[in-house]
């Protein structure tokens, strides 16, 4: 049983970051960081009507998640190799 154990663990199998991914994941955070800063002031400066500040809030948010899930997915896939 404990041979089964340890032959199901192998099969997936997750490696650390080295230093380098480490340092791009930590750029990437500093970086979204930033443009999440920009896109409030940006929002909170906003002169247009209600309907453009909302469309440009909306597509800040999409953009913002679309960074974080690409950089997530990079991390993973740091890890799985």
């Known amino acids: 049983m404990l ?15 080295t230093v380098p991914e480490k340092a791009k994941a930590g ?4 970086k ?8 409030r002031t940006e929002e909170s400066l906003c002169m247009g009507t209600k309907a453009e500040c909302a469309k440009k809030k909306v597509k800040n948010r ?4 679309k960074d974080a899930v ?9 890890k799985v190799d």
Do not use: H, I, P
């Open 3 to 17: 041979a089964a154990a340890v032959l199901m663990t192998g099969a997936v199998a997750f490696a650390e970051e």
């Open 27 to 30: 750029a990437n955070d500093v």
């Open 32 to 39: 979204r960081s930033g443009r999440k800063a920009v896109n």
């Open 62 to 65: 999409a953009n913002e998640t």
């Open 70 to 78: 690409k950089d997530e997915a990079d991390q993973l896939e740091n």
